[in-house]
């Protein structure tokens, strides 16, 4: 897993509540089983004009201009802002897998689905809720500043404004260790490969008829 330290990036305003996760990816991507190649389906329905499927080449397809995404302004963009419950719906883990292979490293909204959430953490994204009335700030000053940046900082937990105002945001110390040293699941396992190679070594001397495949 990749990890995240600080981003300084170029902000996209996503001005809508309850975004769930088969808006983010749809159902028919779901067929791919590695975590890379969904980031040109990200938003799908909401970023074309047809209707999209598995193994279409995207750079033919008709775009909606008037969908953020699109706009030549915010191309390149890391950071998503956006309303209260993002990645409500299903559990799919699609959902950051396709986020995060579109370029995305940060979504700030006021909250987020717990599952939706917990997902971000377990694959190199970082969630940060922010009260309300500081998104609406956020929100204003990104549409009304072409380029509008953010800094975010995840050591210090601060959201940092090209004005310099500053946001402080809360994060479980657990997640943010995981977070910035790149441990998933299975790196976090991998931190006591030595203690397993020697329970497997002493289990082979001292029970060795558990490990007889004959």
């Not at 990816?25 to 980031?39: A, S």
């Not at 409500?88 to 995305?104: K, N, Q, T, V, Y």
């Not at 917990?118 to 994204?125: H, I, P, T, V, W």
């Not at 040293?181 to 001292?206: N, P, W």
Request: proline share 7%.
């Amino acid at each position: 897993m990749q990890a995240f330290q600080r981003l300084q990036g170029l902000v996209l305003p996503l001005d809508r509540s309850n975004i769930d996760t088969d808006a983010i990816i749809p159902k028919q991507f779901l067929k791919r089983v590695t975590r890379t190649g969904f980031g040109p389906n990200l938003f799908d329905e909401w970023r074309y004009l047809d209707h999209g499927e598995p193994d279409m080449d995207c750079s033919a397809r008709p775009k909606n201009m008037d969908f953020v995404l699109n706009q030549p302004r915010y191309q390149g963009a890391e950071i998503i802002l956006a309303r209260e419950n993002f990645g409500c719906g299903s559990s799919r883990e699609h959902a950051p897998w396709a986020l995060l292979d579109f370029g995305i490293r940060v979504i700030i909204a006021p909250s987020f689905a717990d599952i939706f959430y917990n997902n971000c953490f377990k694959n190199g994204l970082l969630p940060v809720a922010l009260p309300p009335e500081a998104v609406d700030l956020l929100f204003a000053e990104t549409l009304s500043t072409p380029g509008y940046r953010l800094d975010v900082d995840l050591e210090t937990q601060r959201v940092r404004t090209p004005s310099g105002t500053v946001f402080g945001f809360d994060v479980d110390t657990f997640r943010k260790h995981c977070l910035l040293h790149g441990l998933d699941d299975i790196g976090l396992s991998l931190q006591h490969a030595g203690k397993i190679r020697a329970y497997e070594e002493r289990l082979k001397a001292e029970s060795p008829w558990l490990l007889d495949q004959k």
